[in-house]
């Protein structure tokens, strides 16, 4: 499942708050969930890129070590999906994603942290 989100402000001013002084750019953020692979069956192959700006993935995790750590594992990074090979290094919704951003270079990918289904 994908949620969209559109502002006419910059990015950089959603995330903080400042003065700016560059040209106003549609923001269309596309909200895409690790799971949605698997009983939905929605893939990052299946979103519209063209017609959006930047993608939230969800959900990375804080580890006990206090740093950022994927989410799923076998989602995010191990799940063979449409083009991977079955022993290339990067495999799941990462590489999806770095092939739909070659493909489409001004797409920005942001990564949400923690989430409701993971701290209860």
């Not at 979103?47 to 740093?67: M, P, V």
């Not at 995010?76 to 083009?83: E, H, K, Q």
């Amino acid at each position: 499942m994908c949620y969209f989100f559109i502002t006419d402000l910059p990015f950089d001013n959603l995330l903080f708050n400042y003065p700016y002084t560059r040209k106003t750019i549609p923001v269309v953020l596309a909200y895409f969930t690790s799971w949605s692979i698997y009983k939905r069956q929605y893939f990052v192959y299946n979103i519209t890129a063209n017609k959006i700006t930047h993608i939230s993935y969800a959900f990375a995790l804080i580890n006990s070590d206090g740093c950022i750590d994927i989410g799923d594992p076998h989602a995010d990074t191990g799940a063979v999906m449409l083009g991977d090979k079955l022993k290339q290094p990067l495999r799941g919704n990462f590489y999806q994603l770095k092939k739909l951003k070659r493909k489409y270079p001004h797409l920005r990918t942001l990564i949400a942290i923690g989430g409701y289904v993971i701290f209860p």
